[in-house]
């Protein structure tokens, strides 16, 4: 038993070599952990608080609900004549003011959008990190079990090779006390 439990504890170069590499990865990626965490945790600036509140109020049911039904109003009085018309059927101010409001509100979603991409790509990356640093771990392991298996393999063996001398030596002085008491 203590030949297997030294045998767990021991570890050849190999082992010490890839567990030093995964030490000195480890660091490495606490450090830009923290460099990257502290410039993600910067504060906005006003141009992307900006960005979010209009990505974020045009992306939403309530603006859609709320323009749907401006613009019905918009049309249902200007057919109806209920008020003096001030823009008639082919809607020209209708148009200018979406094209206005589409052309102004098109650069603030693609600067959120684009913010949110670098955020999820530094993420993706960070899970790239881990998801590596995890199968060295697991290669580490899988060759402490294979040299666990091969030395107690080996343990086993001698075991064997010694119980079948034993064997054979009992089985020797049976056959020669069988001989001298026959004789």
Known sequence: MNAIEGAKHLL???????LHDIRKLRRAERL??????GATDAPLTLGQKIADIVAETMGSWRFIIVQSVLLAVWIVLNITAYVRQWDPYPFILLNLALSFQAAY?????????NRQQDVD???AES???INIKAELEIELLHQKLDQLRESEVLNLSIAVAELTHLLHQTKDELTA????SGS
């Open 12 to 18: 050849d170069e190999a082992e010490h070599f890839l």
């Open 32 to 37: 830009r952990a923290a460099r990257a965490h």
């Open 105 to 113: 509100a098109a650069p603030f979603i693609m600067m959120s959008q």
């Open 121 to 123: 790509r530094k993420a």
């Open 127 to 129: 899970d790239y990190k």
């Open 177 to 180: 006390l069988r001989q001298s």
